[in-house]
């Protein structure tokens, strides 16, 4: 027994002329090349409900039921990061039955999600990210002749921390909750130092070791002074870093009001 062949609405409509212009059932299916119990279907569903498209309900019964369906999808919107293994194995339990992760995917894509890598951002709290704006207000009107005295610099962590995916809809990447927040000290292997101003990159520095305060200071004295005679700006520079816990140290702090403005 061959596939089923689906018969277009087109097709549907067009018998049905046929059958209005009293053309006979035994010739309908030779002008249309359509099976005669088709053609007495379409016809005899036409003459009982007015359908012309098939009824709703037709197909394979979903095997998760519409509480469970409800509840996959609030735990994915609260918890995008939720693995389909997981979902599967409460949707088990609310349902009584076993439920495959397979079963879970394909219920969570028909209802518009997708499974996506996870954007890396720096986590920012509420507190620091008002301490951000503040600085954006205070130094949004400062002129070229300012940021070209100014010399940033970072240090950064390198290494595979692993992928993790998130269930989104289509241009939700940047919602907070389907970002992966990356935090200081955060995972990693290898860890950088460098800095920047506006005229060119001073020293890169590979770190050894766990970076603390003292070893920071170690990378100012041997990297920064010598970056900034390389960036051409003497001892006329304003030096601005992040505010991680080593450089609010009070030895660091005291070095930099030293060395620094």
Request: aromatic share 8%; net charge positive; proline share 3%.
């Amino acid at each position: 027994m061959g596939p089923r062949i689906e018969t277009s609405i087109d097709v549907r409509k067009f018998i049905l002329r046929l059958f209005k212009k009293g053309i006979s059932y035994r010739e309908i299916p030779k002008i249309v090349g359509r099976s005669h119990s088709c053609v007495q279907k379409i016809i005899g569903r036409f003459k009982s409900d007015g359908l012309i498209e098939n009824k709703s309900g037709r197909g394979r019964k979903s095997i998760l039921s519409d509480v469970a369906k409800r509840e996959v999808l609030k735990d994915i919107n609260i918890d995008p990061k939720l693995s389909a293994v997981k979902l599967a194995a409460e949707t088990s339990r609310i349902m009584g039955r076993s439920v495959s992760a397979e079963t879970v995917r394909n219920m969570i894509r028909h209802a518009g999600y997708s499974s996506r890598v996870a954007r890396k951002k720096p986590f920012i709290s509420l507190q620091n990210q008002k301490k951000h704006l503040e600085f954006a207000k205070t130094h949004q009107l400062k002129t070229d002749n300012f940021w070209k005295k100014v010399i940033f610099s970072k240090f950064n962590i390198f290494g595979s921390d692993g992928r993790r995916t998130v269930w989104r809809k289509p241009n939700t990447a940047l919602d907070p909750k389907n970002l992966r927040p990356t935090v200081k000290h955060g995972g990693g292997s290898v860890i950088v130092w460098g800095c920047i101003a506006s005229n060119g990159v001073g020293n890169f520095v590979f770190i050894d070791g766990i970076m603390d305060h003292k070893l920071y200071i170690d990378i100012l004295n041997n990297n920064l002074k010598e970056s900034v005679k390389k960036l051409g700006l003497d001892g006329n520079f304003i030096f601005q870093q992040g505010n991680d816990p080593k450089h609010t140290a009070r030895n660091v702090k005291m070095w930099c009001l030293f060395h620094c403005k």
